[in-house]
Structure formats: C-alpha cells, structure tokens
C-alpha cells in the first residue's frame, strides 16, 4: 500500500514567533509614522517678521545720501590719531612718576659735629696745658691759649711762659700789658728759656714794662750772643 509522503511540520515555537511578528508588526509601523510626523510639526518655520526688522536694521545704517555720506567721511577724518611715540612717551612718564612716587624717602644722616667736652687746665699736666695752648694759638684761638699758657707757665713750663709774654705783648686774646708781658718773659729767661734772653734785654733796654737799666739789658744780651744769637752783639755795640 503506498503512503503518501506528507510535508515536514514546523516546530510549534517558530509557529508561535511568526503569530506575535504578525500582531506586533502593524503597531510598531503606526507608531514610527506619528513620530516621523511630529517630529516634521517641531521645526520652526523662518519668520517674516524677523527678516523684516533685520532688513530695517540695514537699510537704517546706510547712509541716505551722498551728503550724509560726506557727513560720516568728515567725522571720521577728525578723530585724533595718536602718535606712537607719543604714546610711549606718556607712559615712560607716568612710569617715572609712580616709581618716584613708590620710592621711600632715606632720611640722611645728621651732618652736625658734636663738639667735644671743654677741658679745663687743671685736668691737664703742664707739658698736655702748654699743647692744648699752641694747639689754641695755631686756629687763632688767643683767648684758649692764654689761659692754657697760664696754667703751665705758673707750674714751671718756661716755654708757656714766653709764649704767654708774646699775647701781652700784642694784645691777643687778652688787654695789652707791658708789665705783664715783662713777668712772664723774665719768667722764662730765669728758666733759661734761650728765645727769651734777647727780647728781655729788650725790654730792659728800652724801659718797656721794667724801669731802664742798659746794663742790665747788656748781661741779658751777651747772654743770647753766648747762646748762639749773633744778632744780639750788634745791640750791645749801640748801648
């Protein structure tokens, strides 16, 4: 008996994916379509009124006439044009300024000599009185050095004692005393002061401070002569 070959069946799970493909298919082609269409109504459209205000807008800022043309060339041309050096110029010197401005003032430091304490005579030993005195007498100081040339001449610096003679003499830094200038010049001539014997032999010669006594005046000068003072021989030779 022949059979007849019937065709092979499908699986039953296919069969049940082509039933679902078959109902979802039409909602998901529903569905793309709305959103295809929704999506064309959210692009705007250009705006007239835009384009109009824009169009406005340009033909505003042109210029409306040859002469307003003219009028806008002329402003122009008058702006100031600044020259760059110029420029550069100001800037150096406001720069200049704003340091000199910055810079803190140094106080410079005070030049005023500060004198040093008055010694007095009595602090001193004869021979540093009769320095400070010459010291005194070299700047013209008379009126220091006679009282320095006190103090040493009165404690047996002969030397103190001429120069002191030599300010009453002349008068410097002190009144002008001729007796005055006679003590302390015998003063030094009796410590054997050698500058002293002649100028004391003067004196005793011309009675200047000492009564007049010319042999007196000629022991004191043979003395300088005796000393090595040959101008003193020829002052004996006129008594």
Not at 84 to 89: F, G, I, K, L, Y
Not at 170 to 189: N, T
Not at 205 to 220: C, E, I, L, M, Y
Request: negative net charge; hydrophobic residues 35%; proline residues 7%.
């Amino acid at each position: 008996m022949d059979t007849q070959q019937q065709p092979p069946k499908l699986p039953s799970v296919f069969i049940w994916i082509l039933t679902i493909s078959a109902i979802i298919a039409p909602f998901l082609i529903v569905n793309s379509i709305k959103q295809t269409f929704e999506t064309r109504q959210t692009i705007p459209e250009p705006n007239a009124d835009t384009d109009s205000e824009n169009d406005i807008s340009v033909q505003d800022n042109a210029p409306s006439s040859p002469s307003q043309q003219g009028s806008n060339s002329g402003r122009e041309n008058n702006t100031t044009v600044t020259n760059p050096s110029t420029v550069r110029e100001e800037s150096r010197q406001k720069a200049d300024e704003t340091v000199q401005t910055n810079v803190p003032v140094i106080e410079r430091p005070s030049t005023q000599v500060i004198p040093e304490p008055e010694v007095r005579p009595e602090e001193l030993t004869a021979d540093n009185a009769y320095q400070e005195g010459r010291k005194a007498a070299q700047t013209s100081n008379h009126t220091k050095a006679v009282k320095f040339y006190q103090s040493a001449a009165d404690r047996g610096i002969a030397a103190a004692a001429y120069d002191l003679a030599l300010l009453y003499q002349k008068g410097q830094g002190v009144a002008k005393s001729e007796p005055l200038a006679f003590r302390y010049m015998k003063m030094a001539a009796d410590a054997g002061y050698v500058n002293a014997f002649k100028p004391l032999g003067e004196m005793y010669h011309g009675g200047r401070g000492v009564g007049k006594d010319t042999n007196v005046a000629k022991n004191w000068y043979q003395k300088a002569v005796d000393a090595g003072d040959e101008s003193a021989r020829e002052l004996i030779y006129r008594l």
